[in-house]
Nanobody, 127 residues
Framework: QVQLVASGGGLVQAGGSLRLSCAVS????????MGWFRQAPGTELDVVAA????????YYSDSVKGRFTISRDNAKNTLTLQMNSLKPEDTAVYYC????????????????????WGQGTQVTVSS
C-alpha cells in the first residue's frame, strides 16, 4: 500500500520560512502526481500546490503563488513544499497527497480526486 508521511510543520513568525517534506513508500513514486493541500479552522480543504509525475509541471493557488515552491525527487521518493514569506493566513494543517495517473502532464488538482493522503502537519504563522 502507498504510505505518505508529512513532516516539517511548526511555529514561525510572519515573513519567515518553513520547508515541509513528504516521504512516500509502497509503490513507484513516479506513477503519481503529487499535491499539497491545507485546511484552516472553519474552512474547506484547499489545494496549495501540485506537481506532475516527473516534476515538469507545477500548479499553485493564487494565494501562495510567488511565495511557495513545490518540488519532488523521484529518486528519493520525496515531495517538498518550500514556504517563504509566510503570512498568518497560511496557518493550517498541511497534507500531502498522491494521485495515480498515466499522464505526464499535470491534470489533477482537486483534492477529491487524490487517492492517498498523509497524516498532516500543523503550520502556525504568528503575527
Amino acid at each position: 500500500q502507498v504510505q505518505l508521511v508529512a513532516s516539517g510543520g511548526g511555529l514561525v513568525q510572519a515573513g519567515g520560512s518553513l520547508r515541509l517534506s513528504c516521504a512516500v513508500s509502497g509503490r513507484t513514486f513516479s506513477n503519481y502526481a503529487m499535491g499539497w493541500f491545507r485546511q484552516a479552522p472553519g474552512t474547506e480543504l484547499d489545494v496549495v500546490a501540485a506537481i506532475s509525475r516527473y516534476g515538469g509541471t507545477s500548479y499553485y493557488s493564487d494565494s501562495v503563488k510567488g511565495r511557495f515552491t513545490i518540488s519532488r525527487d523521484n529518486a528519493k521518493n520525496t515531495l517538498t513544499l518550500q514556504m517563504n514569506s509566510l503570512k498568518p493566513e497560511d496557518t493550517a494543517v498541511y497534507y500531502c497527497a498522491a494521485k495515480e495517473t498515466p499522464y505526464s502532464a499535470l491534470r489533477v488538482v482537486s483534492p477529491r480526486l487524490y487517492d492517498y493522503w498523509g497524516q498532516g502537519t500543523q503550520v502556525t504563522v504568528s503575527s
